[in-house]
């Protein structure tokens, strides 16, 4: 009969240069693991795109998500990201898995889904705000002070494969079925290791904040914002050359060179939001 433990514990980082190498995963591509995540979505699924400011844009196909984008996710979409890589986890039977929920009780759906994956898996680690009830006896409980109460994260990392769902809640919802979160997946061994780390110190209460999701975010409405630039750039391009080609001589060469230096001195100016971005990387490099 297992014995049930709630305890604090520290988080400690699997080591290994398989896992902290910092290069793409081997053993697991986008197709394959959307592939899972079709398994848990209704038809809608709930995944729509995000603009430079962080705003939701339109829903997007599952199979045209890219790893480390950042999207907004409803609580179904959460949940089947979460599961499949439970699933992986499962598969690979080898690594170690930390989770983080909002509070104690949404655990209790999956408890046991965890129970299993305690079972089969070398350390599973569970943090919650709230009062956790007792569990399996190599599934460790944290009780969060409240720093990551707005996330919900699953992350593994074994010989095979690493993944991760990390997402911020971006509504004011308190049913979970409600909720929607902001967030990417990822196979980065890096970037799955660094969140490892990252929740560590928070709940060491040496950070304030899960710095690289606010750096990873950043980055992306910055990425987003810059291609939302460069497309219209382009468009004008493509307008200044149908001009020449049609207009004759009402549209000279000397034209379209006026307005290719418009449309360089515009991307120019886009260097203005480039050197506060690069600062804010080497801080936290």
């Known amino acids: 009969m297992p014995v049930f433990v709630e305890k604090q514990f520290p988080l400690v980082s699997v080591t290994g240069a398989d896992l902290h190498c910092g290069v793409r995963n081997k053993g ?7 592939g ?7 038809e809608e699924n709930g995944i729509c795109e995000t603009d430079g400011s962080g705003k939701c844009l339109q829903s997007i196909l599952l199979s045209n998500l890219e790893e480390n984008t950042f999207y907004l996710f409803d609580a179904d979409a959460a949940l089947a990201f979460s599961h499949t890589v439970e699933d992986f986890a499962l598969d690979d039977a080898n690594g170690t898995l930390l989770a983080a929920m909002q509070n104690a009780g949404q655990f209790e759906p999956h408890r046991e889904r965890y129970q299993q994956l305690a079972a089969t898996l ?14 399996h006896k190599r599934l460790k409980f944290c009780r969060d002070a409240g720093v990551v109460k707005s996330f919900w994260m699953v992350l593994y990392e074994g010989r095979k494969c690493q993944a991760m769902f990390l997402g911020e809640q971006a509504n004011d919802a308190e049913t979970f079925d409600e909720k929607k979160f902001t967030g990417f997946f990822t196979f980065n061994p890096r970037l799955i290791s660094e969140a490892r780390e990252d929740m560590a110190e928070c709940l060491a209460a040496r950070r304030p904040q899960l710095r690289q999701f606010a750096q990873l975010h950043k980055l992306d409405r910055a990425a987003k914002h810059l291609k939302i630039k460069f497309a219209r750039e382009k468009d004008a391009i493509d307008i200044a050359i149908r001009k020449l080609q049609s207009h ?32 804010e990387q080497q801080k936290n490099d």
Not at 28 to 34: D, M, T
């Open 248 to 279: 004759g001589k009402k549209y000279r060469g000397k034209h379209l060179l006026a307005d290719l230096n418009k449309t360089l001195e515009r991307l120019n100016r886009l260097q203005t939001h480039l050197p506060e971005l690069i600062v």
């Open 36 to 42: 899972r995540v079709r398994e848990y979505l209704p």
């Open 122 to 135: 070398k350390k599973v680690e569970l943090i919650a705000c709230g009062k956790l009830l007792r569990g």
């Open 28 to 34: 697991l591509s986008s197709q394959e693991f959307l």
